[in-house]
T-cell receptor, first 115, second 111 residues
Framework: EPEVTQTPSHQVTQMGQEVILRCVPISNHLYFYWYRQILGQKVEFLVSFYNNEISEKSEIFDDQFSVERPDGSNFTLKIRSTKLEDSAMYFC?????????????FGPGTRLLVL | GESVGLHLPTLSVQEGDNSIINCAYSNSASDYFIWYKQESGKGPQFIIDIRSNMDKRQGQRVTVLLNKTVKHLSLQIAATQPGDSAVYFCAAIYNNNDMRFGAGTRLTVKP
């Protein structure tokens, strides 16, 4: 069964450093998403991406965040200058259709810890 | 503002019993709802969805009920098994694709 993969599984960084979280979506999917989940809290939508541009972004996705699809397989989330409150689990998801739900698959997540 | 929440943070059931997990939402404009299962160390996994023009939908061992009058959503799991132990949360979609998640209920199945 195809799956979304994410690397690294865990990332520890110092406050102020840049981090890049990587995702390999399912190969025939066209819609890509990033979510985050602070420990013990709700999953929160960050951004959606389609046709090489951002489709939607939440208020969380400020100027320190960026996304990129540098090649035909990877989808990355960059945090330019990490803050303590960026510590969270970051989930990538991809979908075959614009609508969410059954056609959207989540990756296993990257746990980011900012010290 | 919009919010999506769950009534109970934890639920413990005996293996073989039915489980009911509840969710309340605040925005009556939501037109699509999803239930997810999240096992430890994994990403959310789609279980079942329902559109606002329906009040019930059934899957394999799972049923989702939607009561738009009181803005309430429930997930029923029949004959709960140890493998069902996980965090379950709902999500509501507003304005075509604005997605809000609930906090989650941790279901524990006792053998």
């Amino acid at each position: 069964e195809p799956e979304v993969t994410q690397t690294p599984s865990h990332q520890v960084t110092q406050m102020g450093q840049e981090v890049i979280l990587r995702c390999v979506p399912i190969s025939n999917h066209l819609y890509f998403y990033w979510y985050r989940q602070i420990l013990g809290q709700k999953v929160e939508f960050l951004v959606s991406f389609y046709n090489n541009e951002i489709s939607e972004k939440s208020e969380i996705f400020d100027d320190q965040f960026s996304v990129e699809r540098p090649d035909g397989s990877n989808f990355t989330l960059k945090i330019r200058s990490t803050k303590l409150e960026d510590s969270a689990m970051y989930f990538c998801a991809s979908g075959a259709e614009w609508s969410r739900g059954e056609t959207q698959y989540f990756g296993p997540g990257t746990r980011l810890l900012v010290l | 503002g919009e919010s999506v929440g769950l009534h109970l943070p934890t639920l413990s059931v005996q293996e073989g019993d039915n489980s009911i997990i509840n969710c309340a939402y605040s925005n009556s404009a939501s037109d699509y709802f999803i239930w997810y299962k999240q096992e430890s160390g994994k990403g959310p996994q789609f279980i079942i969805d329902i559109r606002s023009n329906m009040d019930k939908r059934q899957g394999q061992r799972v049923t989702v009920l939607l009561n738009k009058t009181v803005k309430h959503l429930s997930l029923q799991i029949a004959a709960t098994q140890p493998g069902d132990s996980a965090v379950y949360f709902c999500a509501a979609i507003y304005n075509n694709n604005d997605m809000r998640f609930g906090a989650g209920t941790r279901l524990t199945v006792k053998p």
